[in-house]
T-cell receptor, first 116, second 111 residues
Framework: KAGVTQTPRYLIKTRGQQVTLSCSPI?????VSWYQQTPGQGLQFLFE???????NKGNFPGRFSGRQFSNSRSEMNVSTLELGDSALYLC???????????????FGPGTRLTVT | QKEVEQNSGPLSVPEGAIASLNCTYS??????FFWYRQYSGKSPELIMF????GDKEDGRFTAQLNKASQYVSLLIRDSQPSDSATYLC???????????FGSGTRLLVRP
């Protein structure tokens, strides 16, 4: 089975711009979660989508948004980029949602975003 | 108090030794616990999960869970230099159904 894929792998943007990141989960997985990883803050949960519905949300500003399509692929959008948004953005897929006790998540390779 | 706490390390062990990595969590109702390994510049890789009190073994890895003490650990037997990485503990919070990660423990296995 193919793993989680993320595109693009690297991105350089300027402050004030917006960016869209894409994630394709493992075939058959319906849950996609997004995380931001920085050296200072570690791995921070952004949001989770399950069957096209946002099931959970972390403590990030409204500039961070996402969606999930009927084929379970997900996109994450960050508007009005700030320097502090520079990070590794990871998506993870699971066959179940966070409401299930069986919630093994598998990560994609990540998108490295640099904001200048 | 952080929701999931780990010692940042580095934890340095000689090759062939047992490495013991520890994690405590704050949500007493949490039921699901995960260990991820992350090599520098790579994404986290799931290596163990445990849902019941006690030990769970998989090859050289053993996960131990003590819900009464809100404590989960990972033992790596016969440590190899290739085990050198950051190990992330993750807990599915019963209160929010969010998977919360600790900050990770860096493990260094000396040849």
């Amino acid at each position: 089975k193919a793993g989680v894929t993320q595109t693009p792998r690297y991105l350089i943007k300027t402050r004030g711009q917006q960016v869209t990141l894409s994630c394709s989960p493992i075939s058959g997985h319906r849950s996609v979660s997004w995380y931001q990883q920085t050296p200072g803050q570690g791995l921070q949960f952004l949001f989770e989508y399950f069957s096209e519905t946002q099931r959970n949300k972390g403590n990030f500003p409204g500039r961070f948004s996402g969606r999930q399509f009927s084929n379970s692929r997900s996109e994450m959008n960050v508007s009005t980029l700030e320097l502090g948004d520079s990070a590794l953005y990871l998506c993870a897929s699971s066959s179940t949602s966070g409401g299930s006790s069986s919630y093994e998540q598998y990560f994609g390779p990540g998108t490295r975003l640099t904001v200048t | 108090q952080k929701e999931v706490e780990q010692n940042s390390g580095p934890l340095s062990v000689p090759e062939g030794a047992i490495a013991s990595l520890n994690c405590t969590y704050s949500d007493r109702g949490s039921q699901s616990f995960f260990w991820y390994r992350q090599y520098s510049g790579k994404s986290p890789e799931l290596i163990m999960f445990i849902y019941s009190n006690g030990d769970k073994e998989d090859g050289r890895f053993t996960a131990q869970l003590n819900k009464a003490s809100q404590y989960v650990s990972l033992l790596i037997r016969d440590s190899q230099p290739s085990d050198s990485a950051t190990y992330l503990c993750a807990v599915l919070m019963d209160s929010s159904y969010k998977l919360i990660f600790g900050s990770g423990t860096r493990l260094l296995v000396r040849p």
